[in-house]
């Protein structure tokens, strides 16, 4: 029993790494295009529905405005879907300063409509019977300038009918670092994007935040009020074009448009929750689904302890089923293989960025990894005394760092004074000893602060000031003593043709716990979510 216990988890886990495996590159991306001749470009309409969007309309639409496709071709038409915010304002106040943007206001819902389609419904009907692409946007997209020119590009050259981008996603917040990946994890070994993708099946898959369609087809089918009931309208109309004989396309567009969907845990999981049931394919599918992967991501961990300690007891079977079971717990760290969906994620860190894709390409050295990370976490909290070895494994920009190489290079002298600065450059020149002088000068208007002195090297071109601080702990009084500093420092040596750099045992424990108070919720995050996708 033991032994099949451990041989079925590996099956399963091996399958989803081949399923995933066989979807790489499923999602081509669109590349920057150079806008077509004003003469020979076709007329597009960008429809963004928005409600309660004070916070992103404006960035959206200065994006769709700069936008390098021909103004006379391009119209933009915001139809603001009853919001409670200003919304309405920022738009109309862009409007008036644009001829090319217009701002509907939605009229009621009526009866058996979902509010989004009706917004999409209502701006695609006040569009020039000329216009050739309907673009849908939504509120929340930023649109690098080859946006537009490069989407119709690829549109007309596939003979595309509905084409739709996948932008890259912006993660910030502790919510949506954890939640996010495992989301797209889920869809890319859930989805079978080859089988959907495929011109001769009747399912579709498309994001509602970048669609561009044809007019003509769009009225023909009945637009959005097809798909007036459906929450997830997005899909729904990519359905319908296609089971019509239509031909429909997801893309990748990270390289021309991204998009931040949720803020935290207030709007993400409303936002999760709306959408979760039609992706997964129905309540019972989704249903389904949430317990094969509870039941999966306990057994990846029970399985092979209860085989350890079968294995402990003196079990040979125990023995020989832990190799199955921690093969097939290894290989769930196998969890990226270039999944297209997973490459729309931008996290929005380059420390979150970095761990990502090196668990993609080094899967086995994850757990060794993750507790490394872990560890240079909790540096700052244990509030050591940071020596030079601890300010090498700063990044080689900040201040603390560059002061010691200039006092490694010109003095023999440690770091061990609480604050030193350090000048780097012709000290000896009017312009540094000036400089100097004022330094010191603002030293002594803060009580805090004693200057102890100046010397240099023998050379000239570097200088150590010695001051020391009254500071007893690394509190935040220590903290703004040290920023207050550095602000002077800079002040003071400003045009003076020399560096000057804030250095020391205080300000080296303050750089290496801004850089690790950073990532840690990151760190947390890439664990916890490891931990718990079955992916």
Request: with cysteine; net charge positive.
């Amino acid at each position: 029993m033991e032994l099949l216990q451990s041989f079925g988890v590996l099956a399963i886990v091996a399958w989803l790494i081949l399923r995933a495996f066989r979807q790489r590159a499923l999602l081509r991306p669109v590349l920057p295009v150079a806008p077509p001749a004003g003469a020979s470009a076709p007329d597009i309409a960008v429809i963004v529905p928005a409600r309660n969007e004070a916070a992103n309309i404006e960035q959206c639409l200065r994006c769709l405005i700069g936008q390098s496709y021909p103004a006379d071709h391009l119209r933009i038409v915001v139809v603001d879907d009853g919001s409670a915010d200003a919304t309405a304002a920022i738009a109309a106040a862009l409007a008036a300063r644009h001829r090319q943007l217009s701002v509907l206001a939605s009229p009621p819902l009526p009866p058996e409509w979902v509010g989004k389609s009706h917004a999409c419904w209502i701006g695609a009907r006040a569009t020039s019977p000329e216009t050739e692409w309907l673009c849908f946007l939504d509120a929340d997209v930023r649109a690098e300038p080859p946006l537009l020119a490069s989407a119709v590009a690829a549109a007309s050259s596939g003979a595309l009918d509905l084409l739709s981008l996948a932008p890259r996603q912006e993660l910030k917040s502790f919510a949506e670092r954890l939640v996010m990946p495992c989301g797209l994890y889920l869809l890319a070994f859930c989805q079978n994007l080859r089988k959907v993708q495929s011109a001769a099946g009747s399912d579709a898959t498309a994001t509602g935040q970048f669609m561009l369609l044809r007019r003509r087809d769009y009225f023909a089918l009945g637009g959005h009020a097809a798909v007036r009931r459906e929450i997830c309208e997005d899909l729904a109309l990519a359905r319908l074009f296609k089971r019509s004989g239509r031909k429909v396309l997801l893309r990748d567009g990270s390289r021309l448009l991204s998009t931040r969907m949720y803020t935290g845990w207030g709007t993400l999981w409303p936002g999760i929750a709306k959408n979760l049931v039609e992706m997964l394919g129905g309540p019972t599918a989704t249903i389904v689904t949430a317990l094969c992967t509870v039941a999966l991501v306990w057994a990846l961990w029970l399985i092979p302890l209860a085989d350890g300690v079968s294995c402990a007891r003196g079990s040979g079977q125990g023995c020989l089923a832990a190799v199955p079971a921690l093969l097939g717990a290894f290989g769930r760290k196998i969890n990226a293989l270039r999944i297209p969906y997973l490459g729309k994620a931008d996290f929005g860190h380059r420390f979150w960025g970095m761990v990502t894709h090196a668990v993609q390409r080094r899967p086995v050295v994850f757990l060794v990894g993750s507790v490394a990370i872990l560890v240079a976490a909790a540096l700052p909290l244990t509030q050591i005394s940071l020596g030079s070895n601890g300010v090498e494994s700063l990044p080689h920009n900040t201040d603390s760092y560059q002061g010691i190489k200039a006092l490694e290079r010109d003095f023999s002298a440690g770091i061990n004074d609480p604050i030193r600065i350090v000048v780097d450059g012709d000290v000896k020149g009017a312009g540094v000893q000036r400089a100097i002088t004022a330094l010191q000068q603002k030293v002594a208007q803060d009580p805090s602060l004693q200057w102890q002195g100046v010397q240099s090297d023998q050379a000239g071109r570097t200088a150590l000031i010695e001051v020391s601080s009254s500071a007893v702990d690394t509190g935040a009084a220590a903290k703004q003593q040290v920023t207050d500093l550095r602000a002077d420092t800079a002040a003071a040596f400003q045009g003076s043709g020399a560096k000057a750099y804030v250095t020391g045992n205080l300000p080296g424990f303050f750089d290496v716990k801004n850089q690790t108070d950073s990532a840690v919720p990151i760190v947390f995050a890439f664990v916890l979510a490891s931990a718990s996708c079955c992916c």
